[in-house]
């Protein structure tokens, strides 16, 4: 069965410094990889997603991510973080026509 | 583009009472909409899948009976929790995908149910 894990539970930055959000999953084929990041009380905004092509994609609000096949990752990362992105951010792993599986999800904090 | 809202935003009920919860697709046809729950600090976990003009897909656990759902048309999908008791205490969110795409579900910005 899929899964999704995120192993950081809390990450704390200062504001200007690089960030980068862990994600692995298992699945049994190749997968459509999401980010989705969530503010307190809101819902979900899709961030960046991959299906095929370029292993390097590029998101809303600077992010990109990385997928990469032998290390079943999909990794986000920002050069700058902004305290606009202190959030909730979660990855999802799902495929045509499935649904999706959304990892624990990680607290980012920004110092200011 | 690609919007979803939910109505309400939140809502206080009493114990045994029924609330009902809708998500519409405001700018695109969803053919298949999705209902997520959310506890605190916690991740998504999909309760059902809705299908317009077909019964939904419970997930393993979801008392169907419980929580209704209702796929009436392309840009709206009801769930009604019945008889809600305080475990049923909240975020609900709902997301939706456009037409016969299969690759990305849009969300809703979520309902906060609070069972006294």
Redesign the interface.
Same mark, same amino acid.
């Given at each position: 069965a899929q899964s999704v894990t995120q192993p950081d539970i809390h990450i704390t930055v200062s504001e200007g410094a690089s960030l980068e959000l862990r994600c692995n999953y298992s699945y049994g084929a190749t997968p /459509?990889l @999401?980010w /989705?990041v969530q503010s307190p009380? &809101?819902?979900? &905004?899709?961030l960046l997603?991959y @299906?095929s092509g370029d292993t390097l994609v590029q998101g809303i609000k600077g992010f990109e991510a990385e997928f990469k096949r032998s290390q079943s990752s999909f990794n986000l990362r920002k050069p700058s973080v902004h305290w606009s992105d202190a959030a909730e951010y @979660?990855c999802a792993v799902?495929a045509?026509? &499935?649904? @999706?599986v959304?990892?624990?999800?990680t607290?980012l904090s920004v110092l200011p | 583009g690609a919007v979803?809202s =939910?109505h309400p935003s939140w809502v206080i009920c009493k114990s045994g009472t029924s609330v009902k919860i809708e998500c519409r697709s405001l700018d695109f046809q969803a053919t298949t909409m999705?209902w997520y729950r959310q506890f605190p600090? =916690? *991740?998504?976990m999909?309760m059902a899948?809705s299908n317009e003009g077909s019964k939904a897909t419970y997930e393993q656990g979801v008392e169907k009976d419980k929580f209704l759902i209702n796929h009436a048309s392309l840009t709206l999908s009801t769930l009604t929790v019945t008889s809600a008791h305080p475990e049923d205490s909240s975020?609900y969110?709902c *997301?939706a995908r456009p037409g016969q795409r299969?690759?990305? =579900?849009?969300?809703?910005?979520?309902t906060?149910l609070t069972v006294l």
């Open positions: /459509y @999401f /989705y009380g &809101q819902g979900l &905004q899709l997603k @299906f @979660f799902g045509s026509g &499935q649904n @999706f959304f990892g624990p999800g607290r | 979803v =939910q999705f600090k =916690q *991740s998504l999909l899948t975020f969110i *997301s299969t690759d990305t =579900q849009y969300f809703g910005p979520g906060r």
